[in-house]
Every structure is written in structure tokens, then in C-alpha cells.
């Protein structure tokens, strides 16, 4: 009975917790850089993409034209 609890302990994942701390440490790594990337795609996506061409009336401009 000993033996066996002694072997099942070995494989559980919150008996040990050196193997359950280095497990969150690189579930948190992986988190945060996808985040990250994320991140950069969303800002990548919605992009200042430079200033547009607008048509302004001539008689709203700062010297109007009028007819």
C-alpha cells in the first residue's frame, strides 16, 4: 500500500511542486508572449494609415472663393 501511493506520487502534478511551479512559470512565459503578439498584430491591423485625400468646398476655406 506504501509503495503504491509512493509511485502515483511521483506523477501527480500537485504532490510535486517543483514540477508544478516550473509548469506555471512556462504557462505564464507563453501567456504573456502571446499577448504580446497579439498585441502587436491588433496595433499592426488598425494602423494609422496615413493621411487621407479630402475635398474641401472652396468657400469653407480659411480664404474663401466665392463665385
Same mark, same amino acid.
Given at each position: 500500500?506504501?509503495?503504491? &501511493?509512493? @509511485? /502515483?506520487?511521483?506523477?501527480?502534478?500537485?504532490?510535486?511542486?517543483?514540477?508544478?511551479?516550473? +509548469? %506555471? +512559470? =512556462?504557462?505564464? %512565459? @507563453?501567456? &504573456? &508572449?502571446? +499577448?504580446? &503578439?497579439?498585441?502587436? =498584430?491588433? %496595433? =499592426?491591423?488598425?494602423?494609422?494609415?496615413?493621411? !487621407?485625400? @479630402?475635398? @474641401? !468646398?472652396? /468657400?469653407? %476655406? =480659411?480664404? !474663401? #472663393?466665392? #463665385?
Amino acid at each position: 500500500m506504501e509503495q503504491e &501511493i509512493t @509511485v /502515483n506520487s511521483k506523477k501527480d502534478f500537485a504532490w510535486s511542486w517543483v514540477k508544478s511551479s516550473r +509548469f %506555471l +512559470f =512556462y504557462m505564464q %512565459l @507563453v501567456a &504573456i &508572449i502571446a +499577448f504580446l &503578439i497579439g498585441g502587436s =498584430y491588433g %496595433l =499592426y491591423k488598425h494602423r494609422y494609415k496615413g493621411k !487621407p485625400k @479630402v475635398t @474641401v !468646398p472652396e /468657400n469653407t %476655406l =480659411y480664404t !474663401p #472663393k466665392y #463665385k
